[in-house]
């Protein structure tokens, strides 16, 4: 339920493409069609009014695009706009015009508007080479979540101009969110074959990879990318997680240092690393970890949690309850914190605090067989052994097949004299794991109590099969070897 956070965020697509200059030849001629007349600018007068009020007094085509282009270069998106739609009052059929005027309408966030241009440029179009505005009518198509329709676009630039690098890239990110993960990689190697140096190609290909599980060639992918900009602390991370995938927690906490070297707050790169020293148990260097997440994060629930599990690695159990009462302060629907919390208690020998944690946790919700054991465990330590009793079978009506309640459930009805019912417990667990020593034990025990000893002797011989400097069965096989004489 708690554990690891991952993520890897891809590089963002490469915004839309300007021309170069008035006059650039266009593609696709056509007239203005009913579908796209809403791309039209606003009325001749209302456009002018506007233009005149910004400051734009231009009275020719080329002069309105040049200071819509310098408005649009210091950031004044609706003021280029209004240059665009008035120059395009003076000539409604320059395609390049309704370029210019989706991508200020693209700048402000207005993409049906950008894209209704985008189509009216293409509709003015005639020599259908041109592939700026299908690119950008991909990005377009991309900041409205439209996939498929993005793509399709990226291909139509692509058919104009296949060596358009940008296009090929954006593709592999609007593939990538469809879930097309071949293909998107097949994007970016077109990429990089048009441009091997493509850092975000680099990328965005190990984050494919990564999501095929193809670890190996995510690293690689990575590496290429480092080689090309080694300051880059996101690949640096993403990297260390591939690592991971891999059980190289070495490499991969070498890689969170260089990432957290470039970017010291980076919370995901702490928190990783100290998953990355768990493995490792190395859990002092864990905590450190942790504490620098929490230093950025006071509120990352998760982080606290995961430091009360080192903390009770350690034993030290008052400060795992310290941490487990934060988590659940930020989470109180935490089963596995409000778990953890009474098996810290239960360490420190406070049974009743640790039976109220794990009843709070069944009453989130109460299908789960391991705090069924852990709530019995706890009432055994205080001698209520029917209600201990009752707990595993609770345990064992999720899962009958849960090694420790059948285990604990024989101890229980052997402290209630109720060996011949241990007995069973025990032959269920040694049919689900015949190579548990201490179960063999507690059944030849078991047995010796209900005076069977040739039968208790076959089990304490079982165990030590198992384990041959077992000294309980070795005790208790003289025992029973004396009392059978």
Not at 58 to 75: I, K, M, P, R, T
Not at 78 to 95: P, V
């Amino acid at each position: 339920m708690n554990g690891n956070i991952w993520w890897s965020f891809p590089m963002v697509r490469i915004f839309s493409g300007l021309l170069g200059g008035v006059g650039l030849a266009l593609a696709l001629g056509g007239t203005l069609t009913p579908a796209i007349a809403q791309a039209r600018p606003c009325g001749a007068t209302p456009c002018l009014l506007l233009a005149q009020s910004a400051g734009i007094t231009a009275d020719s085509v080329d002069e309105l695009v040049f200071q819509g282009n310098e408005y649009y270069d210091q950031g004044q998106y609706e003021l280029a706009l209004a240059a665009y739609d008035a120059a395009l009052i003076l000539n409604a059929n320059d395609a390049e015009l309704w370029i210019w005027r989706g991508i200020a309408l693209g700048a402000l966030e207005r993409y049906e508007e950008e894209l209704a241009s985008y189509d009216q440029a293409i509709a003015l179009d005639t020599d259908q080479n041109n592939h700026i505005v299908w690119y950008n009518r991909g990005v377009a198509f991309g900041k409205l979540g439209r996939y498929e329709e993005e793509i399709a676009s990226y291909d139509q630039a692509l058919a104009r101009d296949p060596r358009y690098v940008n296009a090929w890239y954006n593709r592999g990110i609007a593939l990538g969110e469809l879930g097309h993960y071949e293909e998107e990689i097949a994007s970016y190697d077109q990429a990089l074959a048009l441009d091997p140096e493509d850092v975000g190609a680099w990328y965005n290909r190990g984050i494919a990879l990564g999501k095929l599980g193809r670890y190996e060639e995510e690293i690689a992918s990575y590496d290429q990318a480092l080689a090309l900009n080694p300051e880059d602390a996101d690949i640096w991370y993403n990297r260390g997680i591939a690592l991971g995938e891999l059980n190289r927690y070495e490499e991969e906490i070498a890689s969170y240092d260089q990432a957290l070297a470039l970017n010291p707050e980076d919370a995901d790169a702490w928190f990783n690393q100290s998953l990355a020293f768990e493995e490792l148990e190395r859990y002092e260097e864990a905590l450190v970890g942790y504490e620098q997440v929490l230093v950025l994060d006071p509120e990352d629930a998760d982080a606290w949690y995961n430091q009360g599990v080192i903390f009770g690695k350690l034993d030290r159990h008052e400060a795992a309850i310290g941490s487990y009462d934060q988590a659940i302060a930020l989470n109180p629907g935490d089963i596995d914190a409000w778990n953890n919390r009474g098996v810290s208690l239960e360490g420190l020998g406070r049974y009743e605090e640790a039976i109220a944690s794990y009843e709070q946790a069944l009453t989130i919700d109460p299908n789960y067989a391991y705090i069924w054991n852990n709530h019995g465990v706890a009432l055994g330590e205080i001698e209520q052994y029917e209600e201990e009793l009752n707990s595993y079978n609770q345990a064992l009506t999720i899962d009958p097949s849960h090694e420790d309640a059948l285990f604990n459930k024989g101890l229980a009805l052997a402290d209630l004299d109720r060996h011949e019912e241990a007995i069973l417990s025990y032959d269920a667990l040694l049919a689900l794991n015949p190579n548990d020593a201490e179960a063999w034990n507690n059944h030849g025990i078991s047995l010796e109590a209900l005076g069977r000893y040739a039968e208790a002797i076959a089990s304490y011989d079982q165990a030590l099969a198992i384990d041959p400097d077992y000294e309980d069965a070795l005790i208790n096989r003289e025992s029973a070897q004396t009392a059978l004489e």
